[in-house]
């Protein structure tokens, strides 16, 4: 397995400093982007293809926290497909479909409502992070195991409060 941290020369953590991977990037990207070799004998045109694709592949998987977890955790032995199929607890799947309905409700929610609602699924989602964090860096892969699960849920309804947003807009 490609470890996408090492694309990139950075330390393999869950927090990275997005603005120095988007940085790190557009310096990789330049030097092998097949623009470069188009008059390049055909080999080396496809040597540049797909390392420009490798490098594309580490930076959507490291700047999304939710990819980025799951590649942590997968480096680690963690098998992420099995682990997406993994349910949550049932007190906080019943939580989250509170929460969707809440969301799918949002154009009746009065403005007030409406900006209780988006901070309560943001903090949900900050403390998923934090939690699958903690989890992690203290080595504990069953935890983090679980908290990623429930990260990935949290994602997901953050997600469908955008959306939701944009409708209402």
């Known amino acids: 397995m490609t470890n996408y941290f090492q694309v990139f020369d950075l330390a393999p953590r869950v927090a990275i400093d997005v603005a120095d991977l988007q940085a790190r990037y557009e310096q990789i990207i330049l030097l092998c982007h097949p623009d470069k070799y188009a008059g390049s004998p055909a080999f080396e045109q496809r040597a540049a293809a797909k390392r420009a694709a490798d490098v594309n592949q580490a930076y959507e998987v490291l700047a999304h926290t939710v990819a980025r977890a799951g590649h942590l955790l997968a480096l680690r ?7 997406e199929r993994q349910p949550a607890s049932p007190d906080f799947l019943f939580e ?55 990260l990935h849920y949290q994602h997901k309804l953050t997600d469908e409060l955008s959306r939701a947003k944009r409708q209402v807009s």
């Open 96 to 150: 989250q479909m509170t929460l969707r309905e809440e969301v799918q409700m949002l154009n009746t929610l009065t403005d007030a409502e409406a900006v209780a609602l988006s901070e309560r699924i943001t903090t949900a989602y900050d403390d998923a992070k934090n939690k699958f964090a903690y989890y992690f860096d203290a080595d504990d892969l069953a935890a983090a195991s679980s908290a990623w699960v429930e």
């Open 77 to 83: 032995g963690v098998d992420i497909q099995s682990l």
